[in-house]
């Protein structure tokens, strides 16, 4: 591998740390995880590591028209993110139904997220940026924002903490779990990438899955191309390698 050392890029910058087992992926809405880390999770699945999602939301604000009705929105992305998971090969697909556009990070948010991650038990999580990002507000939705820093206030010092939420423990007989990595998607300064050049096809009729979303847009594979060539030049790949990059946390031991 070719690497822009100037960017200060090794390979320690690269792909999946060693000990991974199981992944979880908490987002606010269905296709946030396609879009986002849809060829990154297409290289776990192919090295046999176990992915589950926790979708935040039912993206019911979501859509481009007003044909179809409003209260059908809900099953239709739960489906459409089935159907996207399937092709990346994750099955494991916990909906928390919380509505669009309302998400914040409380305790009843942190709580079902800690609920999720004591029972998948993962090594890696991997979520969106609680940080804003003024480069490219879209990626900093209010709702994945909120994903993000619930996840992040989940994760430390929540679901290691046998004593919060004592009632997982108590009632539901979650015991505690320590997770050791977490990747951010959409940061503004990510430090660990992903070459997904073969899944990007995979990538794309995942994100296709999506119909309700992006079956309007007349060059949806030249789009996220160009971001994933703007990734892969950000780490220092050569020209024609396709990247995902997140910012990569070791949480304490
Ligand atoms: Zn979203």
């Known amino acids: 591998m070719s690497l822009n050392t100037a960017n200060n890029v090794s390979a320690e910058n690269f792909g999946v740390p060693e000990g991974?087992?199981?992944?979880?992926?908490?987002?606010?809405?269905?296709?946030?995880?396609?879009?986002?880390?849809?060829?990154?999770?297409?290289?776990?699945?192919?090295?046999?590591?176990?992915?589950?999602?926790?979708?935040?939301?039912?993206?019911?604000?979501?859509?481009?028209?007003?044909?179809?009705?409003?209260?059908?929105?809900?099953?239709?992305?739960r489906a459409e993110q089935v159907a996207a998971g399937k092709v990346l090969g994750v099955t494991d697909i916990n909906f928390l139904g919380y509505r669009d556009g309302y998400l914040e990070p409380n305790h009843d948010v942190q709580k079902d997220i800690v609920r999720i991650m004591r029972k998948v038990k993962p090594q890696l999580v991997i979520t969106q940026t609680p940080e804003r990002n003024w480069e490219?507000?879209?990626?900093?939705?209010?709702?994945?924002?909120?994903?993000?820093?619930?996840?992040?206030?989940?994760?430390?010092?929540?679901?290691?903490?046998?004593?919060?939420?004592?009632?997982?423990?108590?009632?539901?007989?979650?015991?505690?779990?320590?997770?050791?990595?977490?990747?951010?998607?959409?940061?503004?300064?990510?430090?660990?990438?992903?070459?997904?050049?073969?899944?990007?096809?995979?990538k794309i009729q995942a994100i296709s899955s999506h119909a309700s979303q992006v079956s309007h847009l007349d060059d949806l594979a030249g789009m996220v191309k160009e971001w994933q060539k703007l990734a892969a030049s950000r780490a220092g790949l050569p020209e024609g390698k396709l990247a995902e990059g997140f910012r990569q946390i070791k949480l304490p031991d």
């Open 136 to 202: 490219r507000l879209p990626a900093t939705h209010p709702d994945h924002m909120a994903a993000g820093e619930a996840t992040t206030r989940a994760l430390y010092p929540a679901v290691r903490n046998p004593y919060a939420y004592p009632e997982l423990r108590n009632e539901e007989g979650l015991e505690a779990w320590t997770v050791s990595w977490l990747w951010l998607q959409g940061h503004t300064e990510p430090n660990h990438w992903l070459d997904v050049t073969e899944k990007f096809d995979r």
């Open 20 to 77: 991974i087992e199981r992944v979880l992926v908490v987002t606010a809405h269905p296709d946030d995880v396609d879009f986002g880390a849809g060829g990154t999770i297409a290289t776990l699945t192919d090295m046999g590591i176990s992915v589950s999602y926790c979708i935040c939301t039912d993206g019911d604000a979501g859509g481009f028209d007003d044909a179809t009705d409003r209260s059908a929105i809900p099953a239709i992305r």
